[in-house]
C-alpha cells in the first residue's frame, strides 16, 4: 500500500515556495515603512520650522507626527517629536484648561520616550521643559516638585550628552528656572554658568542670548545686558528663526526698551 506520507511532500515543497517567493515582497513592504517613516519625519520637522509663517503648521506637523509615530508605535525619537511639536502648540492655546492637557501630554510622550530609550535626550529634554511649564502654570504647593522634576531632567539631558542641541537648550532652560524662582530654588551664579554655556556652545540660539541678556539685567550688569540682548536681535542665522521671530527677538525688544 502506498503510504499516505508521499502526498504530503508536494504540499510542503509548494509552501517553501510561496514562502520564498514572498520573503522578497515582505523585505520591500518593511523598507518602504522605513522610507515612509523617514519622511514623515523630515515633513514634520520642515513644517515646525514654517510656524512662524503660519501656525497652522503646528496642527499640520502634529498630524504628520502622529503618522509617524504609528509607523513606528515603540521609536523613542517619535516620540519625543510629537511632544515637540505638541507642547509648541499648547504655547499658542488661549484655553488653560487646553493648554494644561496639552503640556501634560508633552510629559507622557516624552516619559514613554525614555521608557523606551533612557538615554534619549530628547525625552529628557521635553519632560523637563513641559515640568517647568507646568510648574508656572500651577499653584505653589504643586510647582514645588514640578521644578524639582523638571531640574532633574534637564540636567540629565546635559549630563547625558551636552553636545546634543537639546542639551545645550536644558541650559537655556535651567538658567531661568535657577535666575526666575524664589528662593530656595533661585541660584544667580548657577543661572549665569548655564547661559554662559549655552551662549558659547551656541551663539546662535536666540534663547540663550536673550536669557543671557535677562539675568545680565537682573544683577544690575546693564551695558553688558544691553550687549546681549543687541547680539540677540542682530543674530543672523538664528538657529531656530521660528522660535526667535516668535518669541525670542520680539522679547528682546521689549526688554531693551525698559532699560533706563
Not at 515556495?17 to 515603512?33: G, Q, T, W, Y
Not at 496639552?102 to 534619549?120: G, P
Request: hydrophobic share 45%.
Amino acid at each position: 500500500m502506498k503510504s499516505k506520507r508521499g502526498f504530503y511532500l508536494p504540499i510542503v515543497f509548494f509552501s517553501i515556495l510561496i514562502l520564498v517567493a514572498l520573503a522578497p515582497s515582505a523585505h520591500a513592504r518593511a523598507d518602504e515603512a522605513a522610507d515612509r517613516f523617514k519622511s514623515l519625519m523630515e515633513q514634520g520637522w520642515a513644517l515646525e520650522g514654517q510656524m512662524h509663517v503660519d501656525l497652522a503648521n503646528l496642527d499640520r506637523a502634529i498630524a504628520v507626527h502622529k503618522e509617524a509615530l504609528a509607523l513606528a508605535p515603540d521609536n523613542d525619537e517619535a516620540m519625543w517629536r510629537l511632544a515637540e511639536v505638541i507642547f509648541k502648540k499648547s504655547e499658542e492655546v488661549t484655553d488653560k484648561k487646553e493648554r494644561k492637557t496639552m503640556v501634560e501630554r508633552t510629559i507622557l510622550l516624552a516619559e514613554q520616550a525614555l521608557a523606551v530609550n533612557s538615554k534619549s535626550v530628547g525625552g529628557m529634554y521635553w519632560a523637563g521643559t513641559a515640568y517647568a511649564r507646568l510648574a508656572d502654570m500651577s499653584g505653589l504647593f504643586s510647582a514645588a516638585g514640578q521644578v524639582k522634576q523638571a531640574k532633574a531632567y534637564l540636567h540629565q539631558a546635559i549630563d547625558t550628552d551636552p553636545n546634543h542641541r537639546l542639551a545645550v537648550l536644558s541650559g537655556v532652560i535651567l538658567a531661568k528656572i535657577y535666575s526666575e524662582s524664589p528662593w530656595p530654588i533661585k541660584d544667580m551664579e548657577q543661572a549665569v554658568d548655564l547661559a554662559r554655556w549655552a551662549v558659547a556652545k551656541d551663539p546662535n540660539l536666540t534663547l540663550a542670548s536673550l536669557t543671557m541678556g535677562r539675568i545680565l539685567l537682573a544683577k544690575n550688569e546693564t551695558a553688558a545686558a544691553r550687549t546681549e540682548l543687541n547680539r540677540c536681535l542682530t543674530t543672523e542665522h538664528p538657529t531656530y528663526v521660528w522660535d526667535a521671530v516668535l518669541y525670542d527677538w520680539p522679547e528682546a525688544k521689549t526688554v531693551l526698551a525698559g532699560i533706563k
